[in-house]
Nanobody, 127 residues
Framework: QVQLVEAGGGLVQAGGSSRLSCVAS????????MAWFRQAPGKEREFVAR????????YYVDSVKGRFTISRDNAKNMVSLQMNSLKPEDTAVYYC????????????????????WGQGTQVTVSS
């Protein structure tokens, strides 16, 4: 069992930066691949970024490549999302999620590939 708690977010001006963090409970954090998803009002939950259990491999949705960076610190049971050059279309509730590092294909980017979820944190980017 893993419990995830996000922090960060809030109101940011377009072009600004924000950093989200997610702390996990339990001793098995380092055995999970971690990801960030987001969900805007009226839209489906969308994959944002994923990091392997070791932190050696990352993957991003095209719309955030070059602007967002996912990282993790297994000693602190923490995964972070640094968001730069924010745009109004980045406005959403952001969720961290933990899933099997063995997932392949679409399960790496689909919500169904993740077993544990945080409660979400709001990021609002004003124009």
């Amino acid at each position: 069992q893993v419990q995830l708690v996000e922090a960060g977010g809030g109101l940011v001006q377009a072009g600004g930066s924000s950093r989200l963090s997610c702390v996990a409970s339990g001793r098995t954090f380092s055995s999970y691949a971690m990801a960030w998803f987001r969900q805007a009002p009226g839209k489906e939950r969308e994959f944002v970024a994923r990091i392997s259990s070791s932190g050696g491999t990352t993957y991003y949705v095209d719309s955030v490549k070059g602007r967002f960076t996912i990282s993790r610190d297994n000693a602190k049971n923490m995964v972070s999302l640094q968001m730069n050059s924010l745009k109004p279309e980045d406005t959403a509730v952001y969720y961290c999620a933990a899933g099997s590092p063995m997932n392949t294909g679409f399960l790496r980017t689909a919500p169904s590939g993740y077993n544990y979820w945080g409660q979400g944190t709001q990021v609002t980017v004003s124009s």
